[in-house]
């Protein structure tokens, strides 16, 4: 066994308390071996974790990683027009070296910022199967199926195609990639594709997501033609089960929270998305009060315009409070709970608490730093006043990926030139 220490930090618990411990990984296994002291001396490799915090990986429950391509490409539009006018008539460009690009950009932001794990939806996912293997990741990943404005054959050739991608690649980088099925949203993809969709994945034992009541637009439609509720549609689709986790749920009613809690499907609550959309405010806190499983996500980065979690934790707390009229609402552990352990279950993914057993996915954040002084709480230190650029160190599986802020994969400038050069081409190609 080859064992890494981190050491000398305070170590973030599963119960939520500080400790002062090391942290001893196997580096072969992947697996956290013992959190307790003394642990360097004996082991392979030493990780130095002083004046800081180890918590779990954050985990990044919804995103589409390439879209770190379109950021800053179009801003201050609601969901709707945003996606017709601007968004997917770019991507209708993109390349598979592009969508590489953009997904090796945003590992490199992600392990940057202490993420772990990401689940994410787009297309050309083999490049970013490839991205994710090479940067030491975990990801759930999947193909988006959107059959509106499609003939038959090229709607389930799309679907096909999202159960190709998810056979094909499970499994991937060791284990560390993981797939699902995912169709895009309850109001892009036809009905008898969402069916089949429901019934093929469940034969196969295959995850899904997609997005879920994220503006009226989506809701609405559904209302009027089905006559009911979008997750009592999707109910009836048989898209709701415990391996499912969908994105947004801002215009979720009581009924829709209590069938979802039922179900044990995973709501991902992307606030930044949401807000900068416009789209509404999600109600986190009663869904957390009915035992939805909520988890935390950036959505693109278009629509963000970072991935950087700790931004999700700290928007998640505000607006939870905004939306639910009190200041105890959405609090800083239940944020912080979001992020990792909530994020590694929707995910499939055995991470999320510090202890032995678990995947030693882990970020060290530098609490030497003005704006994180004076130590009264490190719980709402994370969620409320640290920053992705505050974290040091990023280990996943047991592999360092980021060495006091070098993240190792890859070269930085090398990634932010080609993504660049994706970027300007898919505009170029776009508005010729
Ligand atoms: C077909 S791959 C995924 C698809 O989703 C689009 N997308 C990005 N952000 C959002 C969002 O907030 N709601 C719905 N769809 C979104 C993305 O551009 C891809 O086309
Ligand atoms: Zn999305």
Not at 77 to 100: C, F, H, N, Q, Y
Not at 197 to 212: C, D
Not at 360 to 375: S, Y
Request: net charge negative; aromatic share 4%; charged share 30%.
């Amino acid at each position: 066994m080859t064992t890494l220490a981190l050491t000398d930090g305070f170590v973030l618990t599963p119960g939520f308390a500080v400790e002062k411990r090391d942290v001893l990984v196997d580096a072969d296994a992947g697996d956290i071996v013992e959190v307790g002291s003394d642990l360097g001396a004996d082991a392979d490799d030493t990780l130095d974790a002083s004046d800081g915090l180890v918590i779990p990986g954050l985990v990044n429950a919804h995103s589409h990683a390439a879209m770190t391509l379109l950021r800053g490409y179009a801003d201050d539009k609601p969901l709707d027009a945003w996606l017709r006018e601007d968004v997917w008539p770019i991507e209708a460009t993109l390349r598979g070296s592009d969508v590489r690009a953009g997904a090796e950009l945003a590992m490199v932001e992600m392990i940057r910022s202490g993420v772990t794990a990401v689940g994410d939806m787009y297309f050309h996912v083999g490049d970013i199967v490839d991205v994710v293997d090479r940067s030491g990741m975990r990801a759930r990943v999947g193909h988006g199926v959107v059959t509106v404005g499609k003939d038959d054959d090229d709607a389930q050739a799309d679907l096909d195609e999202s159960f190709h991608v998810a056979e094909k690649f499970d499994g991937a980088a060791d284990g560390r990639v993981r797939t699902a099925v995912m169709p895009h949203s309850l109001t892009t993809v036809d009905e008898e594709l969402l069916d089949e969709a429901a019934e093929r994945s469940r034969e196969a034992g295959i995850p899904l997501h997609f997005h879920l009541n994220e503006t009226p637009a989506e809701v609405d439609p559904i209302v009027d033609e089905a006559g009911e509720r979008p997750s009592a549609y999707a109910d009836d689709r048989g898209l709701l089960r415990p391996d499912t986790w969908a994105a947004h749920g801002v215009h979720t009613d009581e009924s829709e929270i209590h069938l979802l809690a039922d179900r044990g499907v995973t709501v991902v609550h992307c606030p930044a998305s949401n807000m900068k959309l416009a789209s509404g405010m999600a109600p986190v806190q009663e869904m957390l009060d009915a035992g939805v499983n909520v988890a935390l996500g950036t959505d693109g980065a278009a629509s963000n315009n970072d991935l950087d979690v700790f931004g999700e934790m700290r928007d998640a707390a505000m607006v939870g409070k905004l939306a639910a009229d009190d200041a105890s609402a959405v609090s800083a552990e239940s944020a912080l709970r979001m992020a990792t352990e909530n994020g590694a279950n929707a995910l499939g993914f055995d991470s999320g608490r510090i202890e032995p057993g678990r995947n030693a996915d882990l970020a060290v954040v530098d609490l030497d730093v003005p704006h994180l002084t004076p130590h009264h709480d490190l719980v709402s230190h994370l969620v409320y006043a640290a920053r992705g650029s505050d974290v040091r160190h990023t280990v996943c599986d047991g592999r360092v990926l980021m060495d006091d802020r070098d993240v190792v994969a890859f070269d930085e400038g090398e990634v932010r030139e080609r993504a660049q050069e994706a970027a300007s081409g898919a505009v170029d190609r776009a508005e010729r």
